[in-house]
């Protein structure tokens, strides 16, 4: 990213950049008792509580980590894929949720956590774009209402084995949506864990909602192109308004190319020689 401002000032060089469908978000542990790598709370898991889930989405000022820690190369996100793709809310019906300091430590508060308590979230180092410091920015923000924040950050190979043993009550990763529509966070990140269906694969906070599962059964069991968006929107609100999972943002690829070509942004970041075409 550091990159970019220098290849854009470059008049021998294009830059050009899109939306991906990856969301960066912190997964949550809703299932263990005790949560791993949670302290001062006598053996509960908070995570289980939906006002720590709200205190802790909208006490991350998302706007500011696309600004300061992405470079403005990033979007702010609301939901698990970006507007206009298909199980996507509209521009604007379902924006990220605002930052509000004060009714975060409110929330704690009612929940009956008004000292915080302590929490560490598990990060790579070399997976995602800045993913190291989008975390950093969290825990930062976190500590701003009480709560005692530590980074845990590895290598993606460690990373990804620990989280795959459930080490983590909180942690950062990505998806990309590789169907192009919203079933495929919802059905690996958020579904209840059912091998025999293929639901809940990377469901590594163990969040289940009948209701949410019920909406995602009938949407993949439809092929009237209204009704099946209509259903991922709602499990997709559902989910959001549970604060089942905390969505950061967007990634924004940039591609860099010489001047006399040109390159078509692609939501899912691959860069292939058929779509590179020399410019009129």
């Known amino acids: 990213m550091q990159d970019l401002e220098r290849l854009r000032a470059d008049d021998t060089l294009r830059v050009v950049q899109g939306i991906s469908n990856r969301v960066i978000y912190i997964h949550l542990d809703h299932e263990q008792v005790p949560s791993p790598m949670i302290t001062g709370t006598d053996g509960a898991n908070p995570l289980q509580d939906i006002r720590v889930r709200e205190a802790l989405s909208i006490a991350v000022n998302r706007d500011a980590i696309v600004e300061r820690i992405m470079g403005g190369v990033a979007v702010s996100a609301g939901e698990l894929l970006p507007p206009g793709m298909f199980g996507a809310h509209a521009e604007g019906d379902l924006p990220p949720v605002a930052y509000n300091a004060e009714r975060a430590q409110a929330l704690l508060a009612e929940a009956g956590y008004p000292n915080g308590f302590g929490i560490t979230i598990g990060t790579p180092n070399d997976r995602y774009i800045n993913d190291a410091q989008v975390a950093q920015a969290v825990a930062q923000m976190w500590a701003r209402i009480g709560i005692e924040t530590e980074i845990d950050a590895s290598t993606a190979s460690t990373f990804f084995s620990r989280r795959n043993a459930y080490e983590f009550s909180a942690y950062l990763a990505g998806w990309g949506s590789g169907t192009g529509e919203m079933s495929s966070p919802l059905k690996a990140l958020l579904a209840t864990r059912n091998p025999d269906i ?22 993949l069991g439809t092929v009237d192109y209204d009704a099946r968006q209509d259903l991922l929107r709602e499990a997709s609100r559902m989910a959001m308004e549970d604060f089942a999972i905390i969505p950061l943002h967007y990634e924004v690829t940039p591609w ?3 001047a006399d070509i040109d390159y078509a942004p692609r939501t899912d970041q691959y860069t292939l020689p058929y779509d590179v075409r020399p410019v009129q």
């Open 198 to 219: 293929g639901f809940g694969g990377t469901n590594r906070g163990r969040y289940s909602n009948p209701a949410m599962d019920d909406l995602l059964t009938q949407a």
């Open 256 to 258: 860099a190319m010489t």
